[in-house]
Structure formats: structure tokens, C-alpha cells
């Protein structure tokens, strides 16, 4: 860990108030040690991951970090608040604050060193070292894990105490060995365990590692798989065959869930495993003594599904409707990227040769290296084949949510044979779930042990894709083809009052949950139309996007016009929301909504929808998914795109700032409440 944290990087007297200049304080000795490279940058990814689920841990530590291609060399910083910083844990204010930044494309063993951190964070005596040190070299060196420096031989009756002080630990050492043989002689509890988080730097191995101590603690014997950044090492299969429950601590799908099953589960967001490790493993013991078994490999929660802090109760007791959305946003999720790399580059395509290019011959045998259209509909062929991936990928993921690997083939083949029939979109979700289905009905039919090695590989996707495809190629394909033409000339012929009221209704979507369910239900919508644009399709892409920016550029604007209505640490969010509105990340308005849903949420919703609205009434289009006010030159009516996402932002601000104002009350009316709980005087 030497290359990791040095001394520079050490601040043991941090007067940081929030979390946001404790991030600038840390980042900035990053910054002149030239670990990071651009400041504003990599803290914007900092505040966005943030944004995501706060970092503060019980037991006074925050660990904000992030992945940055502002980062040159995986960094660690150190700081050591006295009054305390808030990063959102249960126990209160962190003192103890690191600060990890890893290069986008970080390796493994730099993580793996990062996970051996986020362990030795569960140890007291770590924390308690840090704590008692006064010297940035020796508390750098305590971090990086080196041996501390022999201490002088001790002369006479010191020599004597320090002797029998061994003598006494040797005895205490032989004494717990006695007590461990005898509970040897009965068999624990056996749990194995499975911890992960979006980012897979630190949560992860922190869940780990409180796991494990509470199972010491408790007699139990726990065994933790973590499906992090630094490597996924399957458990042992007789460790799991052995276990007699199991606890799943994660934010991301669990993979090869289906090893899993017949076991007793706790499924809880990662969260939960660090800050209530007892409870789960006594949750465990409870459902293998009542024995609930989870019943299919598809139990689990959906990826980015909460803050993870969760009753513990899992998805095998979920609704089908919260199921039906886990599935379909596992589709999603594994398709956006393709429809991002597609969509921009087809985008990029346009703009150097215009929309004529798509009809260009094939660069394979038509390619002219001086010619800029040759280049472009180089762009617009790779582009266009990232989105021949898009609907089997939809199908694909969507299957493999339900049913792990043995669905991936089916999924596939049917989103394929949706393209075939001219199914569409539509065409891959009804063949994704048809394929989890048959996949999940095939698996619970009994086989001979002899069969069992060659189901998942061979017997189940050979049956399965061939039901599949006949189901989607005779039964359902033409009837979706139909349905999907319906609705893309619904969408073309659109105009008017009809377009304004689909445009409101995306915008109220994608600005109710900011990231949530519903935002991510009308984002799909917008990027299954890119598969075959349409001027339809279009525009209710461009709609979606330019509401979703509103939320956070909203609340950065009402931070900067009205600053005596927002606490210091909404004011450093503020300004972090005017990068993350502009990128088209809604996220970024979320510790607004956290902190003052009633009066936050209503008023970005009324902005969104005048946004969505004026963008469809406007006709403004857009063919990339992503990039917010970075892709305008792309987009059809720009000047007036731009119009209506300053018209909603506004609204939004003047909403929020009217509903804060009104609900102040006399004593709020002295002052603000700062950072640290003093009264701000408010300005005339």
C-alpha cells in the first residue's frame, strides 16, 4: 500500500464542516501530489456516487470514494475532523474520514489492497490508533499496514513486568484453546454469505469482514464470497453444500444465484451486513429453524433497489409486481450501455455527414481514408451494429434475471427471433420473460443425478430455446409486430395536445423517483424507440432527457438565488448539481429530496412536466441517449430544446423556493441551522 497514501496525504487536523469540503479538502492534497488531475471533475464523481447511497459507517467513519478518469494512480487520503462530519450513518457525525480514489479502469490489485483497508476499518483497535495519532508519517505507515518500530528493550523491574505480562497472555492464549476444544466437539452453525456493492471498493469487503466478526462472536462459522471490483471467487461448493443458511448483503444482482438454492436466505442491501451484522446472522439461525427455504434462484434484489438497510425479509416474499420490475430493469440495465455506445456514435455520425450517411454502402468495401464521409459512415455502421445487439440483449439479461446463466441462450435466441418477425422492443420483453419462465418451469422438473451435470449446460437451453422459439416465431411474434407498428405510428402521428400530454406525463416520470422505478420505466421507454428510430421515437427521447436534467439544475439554481433557505451542505451540493443536471444524471438532486421531499419533490415534478411538454410541442429530437447539454449540436431544434429545460427549471426553482419560504417559521426565521448546528444569521 506503500503507492497508495503518504504522509502528504495524511491531514490529522481536518476543519471540514461538511462532507462535500472534506471531499474538497482531501481531493485538493490528491490534486498536488498529482494523483487526480482535474479537481471540479473528479469531485463531481465523488458527489455522484454519494448520491447514490451515503458513505458514513457506524463507529465514526465516512469512506466517500469513486471511480474517476480524473484519477491517475488509485489514492488514498486521510482526515481527522474534531467536531465531526455528517455522512449519513445511524450512530452520527464520522471522524475518521478516507477518501479512495480509483482510475476508471483500476486493477485488481490496487482494489485488493482497498478491500484489505475497508476490512481492517471493522477492527477497534485500527480505529483506535488512528484516532491517538499525532504524526501524519506514523499514522500513513499504520494505514499502509507496515510493522510498527520495536520498542527498546526494557532494563530491571520493567524488564520483570513485561515478562510476566507475556506469561500471564500465554496463559489466558492456552486456556481459550482448552475452552475451543471443547466446542469443537459440536458442530456450529455454518452460514455462507454473499456481500457486494455498486462500486465494489469498500462496502463490499466492510460487509465482509462485520460479517464475519459477528459470526466469531456468535460461535457461528461464516463464510463470505465478495462479488467486488478486485475479483469474484466463487465459494468453495462443499462449503455451500455444508451451510445451513445463507446471507446475501448486496446492492448488485448476486451472480450464480442458483448455487444458492434450497438454502434458508436473508436477503438486505449491503448496508445492512455492516451496520447490523448480529441481526442477520440471528434472522439465518431463525428461518433454517423454522425451515424457510427459498424456493428459486431468481429471489434477489434488483441492482441500485435501496439503500440496502431493508427488513431482511429478500424478494422471495416480494409481490410479483416488484419482481416483474427486478427482471425487466436487469434487461435494462445490461442494454443502456449498447444503446449508449450505439446511439452516440451514430449521433457523432450525422454530425460530420449528415443524415444521408445512414444509407451509405458498406465500409468494408467502400472506404476512402481522406474523405470525412467514409469516416462517418464508418461511425454510423459500428454504431449501427451496437444496436443490432440491443433487443437480444434486452431479452438475454431479462431471462438471466429470472433464471441465472441456463436463460442467457434462450433470452437471446428469442430476442433475436423478434428482430426476425419485426417484434421489436416489445418483441424482447415478452421473449426474455417467456424464456425465464419455460427456463424456471424446466428447472424444477426432477432429474436423475446422472443428468444433473449436463442440465445447465446442454439440456436446459436446448429445450428451452426451442420452446422459445417456436413460441415466439408461431404463437406471439406476429401479434407483437402488430401491436409494436401500432404504437410507433401512434407515436409518429402524435401532435399537438397529444404530444404536450405524453411529454408531461415522461416528465412527471422522470423527475418523481430521480433514478428510481418510474424514471427508470420512461427511460427505457425513450431508448427502446432508438432500435428503430422513428421522428416518433425521436422526440420522446429528447423529451425524457431534457426533464430529467431539470431536478438537479432546479435545486443549483435555487441554491444560488435563495441561499438562506438551504442549509451550508445543500448550498456545497448545489454547486455540484450544476456539472450533474448538465450530464443528464437526475441523482444529483436526490440529497434535496432526502432532506425535504414534500416541498422538493412536487416542485421538480411541476418543472419536468412543463420541460417534457414544451419539448414535444417544440418537436425537438434526439437520436443519443445520454450526454445532456454535450449532445445539443446533435439535437433537432436546439435553440428551443434549450428553451424548455430553462423553462422548467424555473418553474421548479420558483416552486421550491415559494414552498420553502412558507413553511419557515419564526425561529427558523433568525437563522439558518449550519453544518454544525449554529444559527446562520439570515440577510435582510
Known amino acids: 500500500m506503500s503507492e497508495l497514501i503518504t504522509a502528504d496525504l495524511v491531514d490529522l487536523d481536518l476543519s471540514a464542516t461538511t462532507k462535500d469540503t472534506a471531499a474538497r479538502s482531501l481531493a485538493e492534497r490528491m490534486v498536488a501530489a498529482h494523483r487526480v488531475t482535474d479537481l471540479d471533475g473528479f469531485l463531481a464523481d465523488v458527489a455522484a456516487r454519494e448520491a447514490q447511497m451515503p458513505t458514513g459507517l457506524d463507529g465514526g467513519i465516512g469512506i466517500p470514494h469513486c471511480r474517476s478518469e480524473h484519477v491517475n494512480a488509485p489514492t488514498l487520503a486521510f482526515g481527522r475532523s474534531g467536531a465531526g462530519i455528517d455522512f449519513g450513518a445511524a450512530d452520527g457525525p464520522a471522524d475518521l474520514i478516507f477518501l479512495i480514489a480509483a482510475p476508471a479502469g483500476a486493477d485488481d490489485d490496487h482494489l485488493t ?51 510476566q505480562e507475556q506469561e500471564q497472555e500465554q496463559a489466558e492464549t492456552a486456556t481459550e484453546a482448552a475452552g475451543g476444544t471443547e466446542a469443537a466437539e459440536s458442530a456450529p452453525f455454518r452460514i455462507v454469505a454473499v456481500t457486494s456493492c455498486p462500486t465494489g471498493i469498500a462496502h463490499t469487503y466492510m460487509a465482509a469482514e462485520s460479517l464475519a466478526a459477528a459470526g466469531r462472536a456468535e460461535g457461528v462459522e461464516v463464510t463470505v464470497e465478495t462479488q467486488g471490483s478486485a475479483g469474484f471467487k466463487k465459494l468453495d461448493p462443499a462449503v455451500v453444500a455444508a451451510a445451513d443458511a445463507v446471507i446475501w448483503a448486496h446492492d448488485v444482482e448476486v451472480r450464480e444465484k442458483a448455487r444458492f438454492r434450497g438454502k434458508p436466505l436473508v436477503d438486505v442491501g449491503v448496508k445492512a451486513g455492516i451496520n447490523r451484522p448480529a441481526e442477520l446472522i440471528a434472522e439465518a439461525r431463525r428461518k433454517a429453524e423454522r425451515g424457510e427455504i427459498a424456493a428459486a434462484p431468481d429471489t434477489g434484489k434488483a441492482a441500485g433497489s435501496g439503500d440496502g438497510d431493508g427488513d431482511g425479509s429478500g424478494a422471495d416474499h416480494a409481490h410479483f409486481g416488484v419482481r416483474l420490475r427486478t427482471y425487466l430493469m436487469s434487461g435494462v440495465s445490461y442494454m443502456v450501455p449498447f444503446v449508449a455506445a450505439g446511439g452516440l456514435l451514430i449521433a457523432l455520425s450525422f454530425a460530420i455527414g449528415g443524415y444521408e450517411i445512414a444509407s451509405a454502402k ?44 441456463p436463460a442467457l441462450v434462450p433470452g437471446f435466441v428469442g430476442g433475436a427471433i423478434a428482430l426476425t418477425v419485426n417484434a421489436g422492443f416489445l418483441g424482447g420483453l415478452v421473449a426474455g420473460l417467456l424464456a425465464g419462465a419455460v427456463v424456471m418451469a424446466v428447472q424444477r422438473v426432477p432429474v436423475h443425478a446422472t443428468l444433473r451435470g449436463i442440465m445447465p449446460v446442454l439440456v436446459i437451453p436446448l429445450i428451452a430455446s426451442a420452446t422459445v422459439g417456436f413460441l415466439m416465431f408461431i404463437v406471439v411474434g406476429k401479434p407483437i409486430a402488430s401491436l409494436q407498428n401500432a404504437l410507433t405510428d401512434w407515436l409518429n402521428g402524435l401532435s399537438g395536445s397529444n404530444a404536450v400530454i405524453l411529454g408531461v406525463v415522461l416528465g412527471l416520470m422522470m423527475c418523481f423517483d430521480m433514478g428510481g422505478p418510474l424514471n427508470k420505466v420512461a427511460y427505457a421507454f425513450a431508448v427502446g424507440g432508438l432500435a428503430d428510430p422513428t421522428p416518433g421515437s425521436l422526440k420522446v427521447m429528447a423529451a425524457v432527457m431534457a426533464a430529467g436534467m431539470v431536478p438537479p439544475l432546479a435545486m443549483a439554481l435555487a441554491t444560488t438565488v435563495r441561499k438562506r433557505l438551504f442549509t451550508k451542505t445543500e448550498r456545497e451540493n448545489g454547486r455540484a448539481a450544476w456539472v450533474l443536471g448538465a450530464s443528464f444524471i437526475t441523482e444529483g438532486a436526490i440529497p434535496f429530496a432526502a432532506a425535504d421531499p414534500l416541498r422538493v419533490i412536487p416542485s421538480v415534478m411541476a418543472g419536468g412536466a412543463v420541460t417534457g411538454a414544451l419539448s414535444m410541442a417544440f418537436g425537438a429530437t434526439l437520436r443519443a441517449p445520454h450526454g445532456g447539454v454535450f449532445v445539443v449540436p446533435l439535437i433537432g431544434e436546439p435553440f428551443l430544446y434549450l428553451l424548455a429545460i430553462a423553462a422548467g427549471t424555473l418553474v421548479a426553482t420558483v416552486l421550491v423556493v415559494l414552498l420553502k419560504g412558507a413553511r419557515r417559521t419564526a425561529p427558523e426565521a433568525a437563522g439558518d441551522v449550519g453544518a454544525d448546528g449554529s444559527r446562520v444569521p439570515v440577510a435582510a
Open 113 to 163: 489492497i482497498l478491500s484489505g483497508l475497508a476490512r481492517r476499518l471493522m477492527d477497534p483497535e485500527f480505529t483506535t490508533a488512528l484516532r491517538a495519532g499525532t504524526d501524519p508519517r506514523a499514522v500513513a505507515a499504520l494505514i499502509r499496514g507496515e510493522e510498527p518500530p520495536e520498542e527498546p528493550e526494557l532494563e530491571g523491574a520493567e524488564a520483570e513486568a513485561g515478562k
Open 362 to 405: 458498406s465500409v468494408a468495401d467502400h472506404f476512402v481514408w481522406g474523405e470525412a464521409d467514409s469516416w462517418a459512415a464508418l461511425l454510423n455502421q459500428i454504431g449501427s451494429a451496437a444496436f443490432g445487439f440491443l433487443v437480444p440483449v434486452l431479452a438475454g439479461y431479462i431471462a438471466y434475471g429470472m433464471a441465472d446463466r
